[in-house]
Structure formats: structure tokens, C-alpha cells
């Protein structure tokens, strides 16, 4: 059964820092990777999509990676601001993963301090 | 147009009551999703539907009776729920289940049962 992790769990920063989100999986054969932002009682907003042949995408502050032979992702947020604040969620998709192919991670909650 | 809509936004209802939510896309996508998502928690999947057909029914009681009259819209029939149901209730849309080009999420609809 594939698993995602998502560490830390919660966290907490000043306004300006770089930080990293991360994320595991237990299974190399993923197809892709998919960052989500969930703002308090909202739904799911993509933020970078990292398909199985790439290694990384930007936008904007943001910048995904993936390792497939370590299992690992990391979000990558440069200057972070106030409105950054929010859980993301990442998602990895698998043949034979879940009946619509995503297996989430419990998220990380962001909170940045102005 | 990149967008799932749903509707209502925030829906408050009695235990005898019978409601629907509804979800709409217009990329073409032909799988659509339900999920439900309690707080801090993920979302967790509940149908899917594949070319109109439902395809997984993740062993969700009765009392949620999903429909997709066409490729773009999808409803969630409501009746005699439990105050326990109250959650954030997504819709999401692929191109197919299992899609390497990512997953599309509505904004939600929040759910209270009284």
C-alpha cells in the first residue's frame, strides 16, 4: 500500500524566510506529484504538478522537485509572505494507488507571521 | 475554461431533509470525483465517475446517492444524513482516471447537518 508523508507537520515562520515543505512516498513508481493549497474551509488549488519524466517545476516564488529514487519531494516557497499561510496537501498518483489513482499526505500546516 | 464549480458554497440542513450539491466542468475532463474531507484531515474519496458511468463507490452509505446527467456536471443527492456527515464536501475532475496531466478541485461545499 503506498504511503505519503508529509513532514512537518505544522510550522511556523517570520514573514521574508525561504522555506521547504516535504514530502515522502513509499513507492517508487509513481506517475506524478501534485502540490495542493487548501485555505481554511476552501478546496484544493494546484500549485505545481511534477510529472514522473521531469525533476522539477517552478512558478512564480514557488518551486517543486522530485526524487523518485529517494522517495522525496520538497516545496520550495522563496519570500514568504502572510497570505502564503495555509495547509498544503501533497498528492501522488499510482497505478494500482487508490480507485482515483491519489494517495494524499495529511498536509502541512504554514502559518507565516507578518 | 481551467475551473470545477460548485454549488451552493454553504448548505445547513435537517436530518429529514432531502438536498443536492452540484459540480460542473467545461475542460473536457472525463472523470469526475466526490469527496469528503473532515477537519485537518484529507480528503477521502467517495465516487467516481468514469465516461458518465459510475466506476468506485469507496462503501458510502446510501443516504448519498451520486448522479452525472452528462460528461460536465455531477450532482450528490442528500438524504436523512447524520450530523456526523457535516464536512467539506470537493469535487474534482481528470481528464481520465488516472490522469497524468493532474487533478482539478472545486472550492467546496460546507456542510452542516442539524
Given at each position: 500500500k503506498q504511503e505519503v508523508t508529509q513532514?512537518?507537520?505544522?510550522?511556523?515562520?517570520?514573514?521574508?524566510?525561504?522555506?521547504v515543505l516535504n514530502c515522502s512516498f513509499t513507492d517508487s513508481a509513481i506517475y506524478n506529484?501534485?502540490?495542493?493549497?487548501?485555505?481554511?474551509g476552501k478546496g484544493l488549488t494546484s500549485l505545481l504538478l511534477i510529472?514522473?519524466?521531469?525533476r522539477e517545476q517552478t512558478s512564480g516564488r514557488l518551486n517543486a522537485s522530485l526524487d523518485k529514487s529517494s522517495g522525496r519531494s520538497t516545496l520550495y516557497i522563496a519570500a514568504s509572505q502572510p497570505g502564503d499561510s495555509a495547509t498544503y496537501l501533497c498528492a501522488g498518483l499510482y497505478s494500482g494507488g487508490g480507485a482515483d489513482g491519489l494517495t494524499f499526505?495529511?498536509?502541512?500546516?504554514?502559518i507565516i507571521q507578518p | 475554461?481551467?475551473?470545477?464549480t460548485q454549488t451552493p458554497k454553504h448548505l445547513v440542513m435537517g436530518m429529514t431533509n432531502k438536498k443536492s450539491l452540484k459540480c460542473e466542468?467545461?475542460?473536457?475532463?472525463?472523470?469526475?470525483?466526490w469527496y469528503k474531507q473532515k477537519a485537518k484531515k484529507p480528503p477521502e474519496l467517495?465516487?467516481?465517475?468514469?465516461y458518465e458511468k459510475l466506476s468506485i463507490n469507496e462503501s458510502v452509505p446510501s443516504r448519498f446517492s451520486p448522479e452525472c446527467p452528462n460528461s460536465s456536471l455531477l450532482n450528490l443527492h442528500l438524504h436523512a444524513l447524520q450530523p456526523e456527515d457535516s464536512a467539506l464536501y470537493l469535487c474534482a475532475s481528470?481528464?481520465?482516471?488516472?490522469?497524468?496531466?493532474?487533478?482539478?478541485?472545486?472550492s467546496g461545499t460546507r456542510l452542516t447537518v442539524v
Open positions: 513532514i512537518p507537520a505544522a510550522l511556523s515562520v517570520p514573514e521574508g524566510e525561504n522555506l506529484l501534485q502540490w495542493f493549497r487548501q485555505d481554511p510529472q514522473s519524466s521531469q499526505g495529511k498536509g502541512t500546516h504554514l | 475554461d481551467t475551473e470545477v466542468q467545461h475542460m473536457g475532463h472525463r472523470a469526475m470525483y467517495m465516487f467516481v465517475y468514469s481528470s481528464q481520465v482516471v488516472g490522469s497524468y496531466y493532474g487533478y482539478t478541485f472545486g
